[in-house]
């Protein structure tokens, strides 16, 4: 059974810019989740996708955004990047459902802002 | 607003010992609770899992005690193998919430 997978493995932009990060989750899995590990720090709660309807989000502004796809894949849009955006970024899938059951990670993308 | 702590940065243990993570949480309404551990360059891995109808989950050399009056879990390794040597987050969430809250991680060093 394939993992979790992201992509890109990194991703480096300049300020100001738009960033789009990738995700498929597990097989049979609907909820998508996203969170941020910046350098130092614990996992920080982003977002979370569940058949297609954003559930909750973290305490994010708003230029953090992002989608799930009919095949239950996501995507991470980061608008009008900043210095301290640079993070890992993981996203996370589990079965559907009414609260986050057992998460499974995929490796994460790399960003990177200068 | 730390929910979930994790008041150790770094725990080192030699080979064959018992590695005990710890782990603090205060919201009195979080009902399961999570152990994943992170290599580098790796996303987080599910350990263990507890539910806060237990007070004790095992599963093979790992453990994990719940203590509800203290706000307290633990994750128990025995014995401890240097592929242990990790980064351990605890996680907790409550019904409804509809997110998992994460400590700040742990990193255990196995020593041969």
């Known amino acids: 059974e394939a993992g979790v997978t992201q992509s890109p493995t990194h991703l480096i932009k300049t300020r100001g810019q738009q960033a789009t990060l990738r995700c498929s989750p597990i097989?049979?899995?609907?909820?998508v989740y996203w969170y941020q590990q910046a350098l130092g720090l614990g996992l920080q709660f982003l977002l979370w996708?569940?058949?297609?309807?954003?559930?909750n989000r973290g305490n994010f502004p708003p230029r953090f955004s992002g989608r799930q796809f009919p095949n239950y894949s996501s995507e991470l849009n980061v608008n009008a990047l900043e210095l301290e955006d640079s993070a890992l970024y993981l996203c996370a899938s589990s079965r559907g459902g009414d609260r986050p059951d057992t998460q499974y990670f995929g490796p994460g993308t790399r960003l990177t802002v200068l | 607003d730390q929910q979930v702590k994790q008041n150790s940065p770094s725990l080192s243990v030699q080979e064959g010992r018992i590695s005990i993570l710890n782990c603090d949480y205060t919201n009195s309404m979080f009902d399961y609770f999570l152990w994943y551990k992170k290599y580098p360059a790796e996303g987080p891995t599910f350990l263990i899992s507890i539910s806060s109808i237990k007070d004790k989950n095992e599963d093979g050399r790992f453990t994990v005690f719940l203590n509800k009056s203290a706000k307290h879990l633990s994750l128990h390794i025995v014995p401890s193998q240097p592929g242990d040597s990790a980064v351990y987050f605890c996680a907790a969430s409550e019904y409804g919430a509809q997110k998992l809250v994460f400590g700040q991680g742990t990193r255990l060093t196995i020593n041969p």
């Open positions: 097989s049979g899995h609907t909820s």
């Open positions: 996708y569940d058949e297609g309807e954003e559930r």
